[in-house]
């Protein structure tokens, strides 16, 4: 039994369209693990079956072997974190330490057990100087990591990102993969984040899940979803630009190799044997 299993699980909203078909896929503790697809494909309709925002309407979804269900979702939603695409849909309070302190005023944490957790968090994400300032005013990579850290900050198990690198300049790209990778490695949180930018994952996912058109049509490690470009490509998706660069060179003789690199660090170590 995985931390997170789904089988067969299917969505229908209420006007008749089918967001989700037949989906299986199971995550276990401490991975990291990308749903790559093209926008409309239902990354999000997904996600939001993880902590009951929405109820699959067939199959099951189970969390540490709990059905996500009316009966558990008060310890369901204490394990799952949800970090929202657009940080301002998340973030409503006048400072960053209110925003912080939302959520576990809302379980009950008060005084010095609160001071220390608002702290903690803030230290996660390198954000201690500004605790007193409006999260309305920060920049976008700013705000994310507010939203992060007032999810951080309630202990979740498992933080689920959906498109966490939209709107962010490369630099702000780099360092919330540097976050949030030092997140799951120090903290032992599960990662799960959607995406349809495809140079990413190979930066921050250990496995794959390719959705389309609210079905499964590969899953697996990184390296191993990655090799399947006809798959990818069927899909509107692609290679990471490297791979596609090493993809060409070696297509016109110039490098020859048993798998494609997927990362500029890969790339490097291929060109340097050669």
Same mark, same amino acid.
């Given at each position: 039994?995985?931390?997170?299993?789904?089988?067969?699980?299917? =969505?229908? =909203?209420?006007?008749?369209?089918?967001?989700?078909?037949?989906?299986?896929?199971?995550?276990?503790?401490?991975?990291?693990?990308?749903?790559?697809? @093209?926008?409309?494909?239902?990354? *999000?309709? !997904?996600?939001?079956?993880?902590?009951? /925002?929405?109820?699959?309407? *067939?199959? *099951?979804?189970?969390? &540490? #072997?709990?059905?996500?269900?009316?009966?558990?979702? @008060?310890?369901?939603?204490?394990?799952?974190?949800?970090?929202?695409?657009?940080?301002?849909?998340?973030?409503?309070?006048?400072?960053?330490?209110?925003?912080?302190?939302? #959520?576990?005023?809302?379980?009950?944490? +008060?005084?010095?057990?609160?001071?220390?957790?608002?702290?903690? %968090?803030?230290?996660?994400?390198?954000? &201690?100087? =500004?605790?007193?300032?409006?999260?309305?005013?920060?920049?976008?990579?700013?705000?994310?990591?507010?939203? /992060?850290?007032?999810?951080?900050?309630?202990?979740?198990?498992?933080?689920?990102?959906?498109?966490?690198?939209?709107? !962010?300049? $490369?630099?702000?790209?780099?360092?919330?993969?540097?976050?949030?990778? *030092?997140?799951?490695?120090?903290?032992?949180?599960?990662?799960?984040?959607?995406?349809?930018?495809?140079?990413?994952? $190979?930066?921050?996912?250990?496995?794959?899940?390719?959705?389309?058109?609210?079905?499964?049509?590969?899953?697996? +490690?990184?390296?191993?979803?990655?090799?399947?470009?006809?798959?990818?490509?069927?899909?509107?998706?692609?290679?990471?630009?490297? %791979?596609? !660069? %090493?993809?060409?060179?070696?297509?016109? #003789?110039? !490098?020859?190799?048993?798998?494609?690199? /997927?990362?500029? #660090?890969? %790339?490097?170590?291929?060109?340097?044997?050669?």
């Amino acid at each position: 039994m995985g931390l997170i299993d789904i089988s067969e699980a299917g =969505y229908t =909203y209420s006007d008749g369209c089918s967001a989700l078909k037949n989906i299986n896929l199971s995550i276990e503790k401490g991975e990291r693990v990308a749903i790559l697809g @093209p926008n409309g494909a239902g990354k *999000s309709t !997904l996600f939001q079956l993880f902590n009951g /925002l929405l109820q699959a309407t *067939s199959g *099951s979804v189970t969390v &540490q #072997g709990l059905s996500v269900c009316k009966e558990h979702l @008060p310890e369901i939603r204490s394990k799952i974190g949800m970090v929202f695409q657009d940080p301002d849909d998340q973030l409503f309070n006048s400072t960053v330490r209110q925003e912080i302190a939302y #959520g576990l005023m809302n379980m009950r944490i +008060s005084g010095k057990a609160l001071d220390e957790a608002i702290a903690w %968090a803030l230290r996660v994400v390198d954000m &201690q100087e =500004y605790s007193a300032k409006s999260p309305h005013n920060l920049s976008g990579g700013e705000k994310k990591r507010v939203a /992060l850290a007032s999810v951080l900050a309630m202990r979740p198990e498992v933080l689920v990102l959906d498109e966490p690198t939209a709107a !962010l300049d $490369p630099r702000g790209v780099s360092n919330l993969i540097s976050l949030l990778n *030092s997140i799951n490695r120090d903290q032992g949180i599960t990662l799960i984040f959607a995406t349809h930018d495809v140079d990413i994952v $190979p930066l921050l996912a250990d496995k794959v899940y390719l959705l389309s058109k609210g079905e499964i049509v590969l899953g697996g +490690s990184t390296a191993e979803v990655f090799k399947d470009k006809e798959v990818i490509r069927k899909i509107d998706l692609r290679l990471p630009r490297v %791979a596609h !660069l %090493a993809e060409l060179l070696a297509r016109d #003789g110039i !490098l020859n190799m048993d798998a494609l690199p /997927l990362t500029i #660090g890969q %790339a490097k170590n291929l060109f340097q044997t050669r």
